[in-house]
């Protein structure tokens, strides 16, 4: 059974960092894609950033120069650094991982890590 694992989660002050981490195991295959999404109080889910196995990148606007989203392959892991946070940055932050393995298509989520940014 595939589980995603996140943490790094917490509560800073604007203008700081943190640096979320995502463990993925028990999946039999290496994911296509991994992906960070955040949801805020009264919002939907959004996409952050989005990361290929061949290591592209994709941000969301609001997050462009500040955050970055990087893998390690052998470790099953992929990353979120977040830098000069501010108050819309504040939200649960998920993990979502997808791929195809025997022509099946899969997607795992974590159970999210709480983020909040006070100003």
């Known amino acids: 059974q595939v589980q995603l694992a996140e943490s790094g989660g917490g509560l800073v002050q604007a203008g700081e960092s943190l640096r979320l981490s995502c463990v993925s195991s028990?999946?039999?295959?290496?994911?296509?894609?991994m992906s960070w999404h955040r949801q805020a109080p009264g919002k939907q889910r959004e996409l952050v950033a989005w990361?290929?196995?061949?290591?592209?990148?994709m941000y969301v606007d609001s997050v462009k120069g500040r955050f970055t989203i990087s893998r390690d392959n052998p470790k099953n892991t992929v990353y979120l650094q977040m830098n000069s946070l501010n108050s819309e940055d504040t939200g649960v932050y998920y993990c979502?991982?997808?791929?195809?393995?025997?022509?099946?298509?899969?997607?795992?989520w974590g159970q999210g890590t709480q983020v909040t940014v006070s100003s």
């Open positions: 028990g999946s039999r295959f290496s994911f296509d894609t």
């Open positions: 979502n991982a997808a791929g195809t393995y025997a022509r099946r298509q899969y997607e795992y």
């Open positions: 990361i290929s196995n061949g290591a592209n990148a």
